[in-house]
């Protein structure tokens, strides 16, 4: 079993900064992906960033250039840091493990573990 916990979470102005950080309990390395995903209100969950085992990332068009995803393997722990930041960024933002090696990087129903999410709310 793996829990998976996010933090990192706040408000800030439109063109601030932010770092989300998610601690796994639990061997993730057999996953393909270890990615971040987020919700708005009324809207559907959607991937923003993932990041395979070797290290190589994937991201949203939306959040190219803007986001950067990582991992410290030994902490068992990612991180999403978020620069220039918009208003259309805030959301719920969720970690999960899972991913497929072939289909889409983004497929919600392909992670198999989540995180209870973690508010960004960003302000113009």
């Known amino acids: 079993q793996v829990q998976m916990t996010e933090s990192g979470g706040g408000s800030v102005q439109a063109g601030g900064s932010l770092r989300l950080s998610c601690v796994a309990s639990g061997y993730t390395y057999n996953y393909n992906f270890l990615a971040w995903f987020r919700q708005a209100p009324g809207k559907e969950r959607e991937g923003v960033a993932g990041?395979?085992?070797?290290?190589?990332?994937v991201y949203d068009d939306s959040v190219k250039g803007r986001f950067q995803i990582s991992q410290d393997k030994a902490k068992n722990e990612f991180y999403l840091q978020m620069n220039s930041l918009k208003p259309e960024d805030t959301a719920m933002y969720f970690c999960?493990?899972?991913?497929?090696?072939?289909?889409?990087?983004?497929?919600?129903?392909?992670?198999?573990?989540w995180g209870q999410g973690t508010q960004v709310t960003v302000s113009s």
């Open positions: 990041i395979r085992t070797d290290g190589s990332a």
């Open positions: 999960a493990a899972g991913g497929s090696a072939m289909g889409w990087v983004f497929a919600p129903y392909d992670y198999i573990y």
